[in-house]
């Protein structure tokens, strides 16, 4: 729907600026909410009684039972990129490997997915270094970045903006467009823009790529793994606080004394009339004091129900369970972990689709910037990830000696599929070389120490007959042409 009061689309610098940060404020709190409850930072103790702070204060303010964040990890440490194949090779592109090292994508790739499972999205943005054609990827946040896509197309961008703060509370904004890429500051958010300075745009496209999580047609409000496990976080941290109160007032038998006259101190003041322990007694000489005591609280009651709401973290997010301890904790093990896990695999294969989508735009757009303009439009580009299924060595040992014997697998696609990067692919490939090339030698030198026979008829090493032995083995075997000329003439 059309925003209130923009009746055509923004035309002027200061009019997208204002467009574009007008949306990226409005989803700022969603954004922030997402990641407080990731970084485990939510305020768990508004959910207690107040009996709660009257007795404990904030002995427990930094007391959270958050489960957010193993939801969010338990699918981002599956999503591993290991290279790109950007063309009919099979082997991944070296190029796309440089460029992925120099960027420190190793690690930054897996911020950027973290960010995108947290936020709903992040981006990717590709541009060039000042002084070199080598491109520069960096990942970017939901809270600093947005785009505007073209109308009618859910890939092409219209224009994007960043604005970010600097050490000494300057602002900053950057608006990429197709053609021109302004930028602009100001002091305060109350301040206006300075005049944006405009440079032109060399790539000729907006220049940031949208790593959007759980993609769905007709969708444009970007989707938290977080976003359905938060009510029934919440639900756990209120239970759970209500089991601390419990356990201060509840857990243990309270007793009842009527009919007892309560003493004074020297004040005035109400005296507890006895003081239990293990080895006393207690005696009344009033015959009319009456006793009894209050049942203990169940606090097992409360166990049960965090336990069932775990539950249903885990059926929603398709957690395993024992990444959740439900049941105990007991981990499965040899098919039965297969099966736990299989629900989390398949989120993660459906994960590197989208994601994997994102990372090949952003590597055709670097060889943009480097200037190589097959491999900016090398559409067949496939990202290679890793195997997103933890199994033991001896088990992928297993499945790959019977793809091997049974299917015939390359050796190449087995190294692959046992996990390995192209790097170590190619490694292996070159100590197979070595290892042929030095057994060739061997076989050559035993050759040439070998004593090789005389020729018959032929002197030997020094000038005579080769020796009986040697003769007799280099005889021609006697044929049976004189048999076959008895049969003949009979």
């Avoid at 990827?137 to 960043?162: C, F, M, N």
């Avoid at 398949?346 to 994102?358: I, P, V």
């Avoid at 590597?363 to 200037?371: D, N, S």
């Avoid at 091997?404 to 697998?409: D, E, K, N, P, R």
């Amino acid at each position: 729907m059309p925003t209130p009061g923009i009746t055509s689309a923004p035309v002027t610098p200061i009019e997208w600026i204002t467009w574009l940060e007008g949306r990226l404020t409005a989803r700022a709190s969603q954004v922030r909410k997402y990641r407080t409850y990731y970084d485990a930072e939510e305020t768990t103790l508004g959910f207690a009684q107040t009996k709660f702070k009257e007795e404990f204060g904030y002995l427990f303010r930094e007391w959270r039972d958050n489960f957010c964040s193993i939801v969010v990890d338990s699918l981002s440490e599956r999503l591993t990129v290991q290279g790109f194949r950007l063309g009919d090779d099979p082997e991944a592109d070296s190029d796309a490997h440089e460029i992925w090292q120099r960027n420190f994508l190793d690690a930054d790739s897996n911020a950027a997915h973290i960010e995108a499972l947290t936020a709903g999205e992040s981006y990717l943005a590709v541009w060039g270094h000042e002084d070199t054609a080598k491109p520069i990827i960096t990942p970017e946040t939901a809270d600093e970045v947005v785009v505007q896509y073209a109308p009618g197309s859910r890939r092409k961008l219209d224009a994007a903006l960043k604005r970010y703060w600097d050490d000494w509370g300057t602002e900053h904004v950057t608006l990429w467009t197709p053609k021109l890429v302004y930028t602009a500051q100001r002091g305060s958010t109350y301040d206006s823009w300075t005049e944006p300075r405009p440079a032109k745009n060399p790539l000729g496209v907006v220049p940031i790529v949208p790593l959007v999580n759980r993609q769905r047609l007709g969708r444009k409000k970007p989707f938290s793994e977080i976003a359905p496990i938060v009510p029934l976080q919440d639900a756990v941290s209120k239970i759970a606080a209500d089991a601390i109160v419990a356990s201060e007032f509840g857990a243990y038998p309270q007793r009842i004394l009527s009919g007892i006259e309560i003493p004074e101190d020297e004040d005035g003041n109400p005296v507890a009339p006895i003081k239990a322990a293990i080895d006393r007694m207690l005696l009344f000489e009033d015959e009319n004091v009456k006793w009894g005591q209050f049942a203990a609280a169940e606090l097992q009651n409360y166990v049960h129900l965090i336990n069932l709401f775990v539950q249903h973290i885990s059926t929603i997010s398709r957690t395993p369970p024992h990444y959740l301890l439900v049941n105990g904790g007991q981990a499965p093990s040899g098919e039965s972990i297969q099966s736990a896990e299989a629900g989390l695999v398949a989120k993660a294969r459906e994960r590197m689709l989208h994601f994997g989508e994102s990372w090949e735009t952003a590597m055709r757009l670097a060889f943009l910037v480097k200037g190589d303009k097959a491999k900016a439009e090398a559409w067949q580009a496939e990202t290679i990830w890793a195997d997103p299924e933890f199994r033991s060595e001896a088990q992928r040992a297993d499945a790959m000696v019977k793809r091997a014997q049974g299917l015939g697998v390359p050796q190449r696609q087995l190294w692959e599929d046992a996990g390995y990067t192209p790097q170590q692919i190619a490694r292996f490939e070159d100590m197979q070389d070595e290892e042929f090339k030095r057994k060739l030698d061997q076989q050559k030198q035993m050759t040439d120490a070998m004593p090789q026979p005389a020729m018959p008829g032929a002197p030997g090493a020094a000038g005579k007959p080769a020796p009986k032995g040697q003769a007799a083995a280099m005889k021609k075997p006697q044929g049976n042409s004189g048999n076959n000329a008895r049969k003949i003439a009979a």
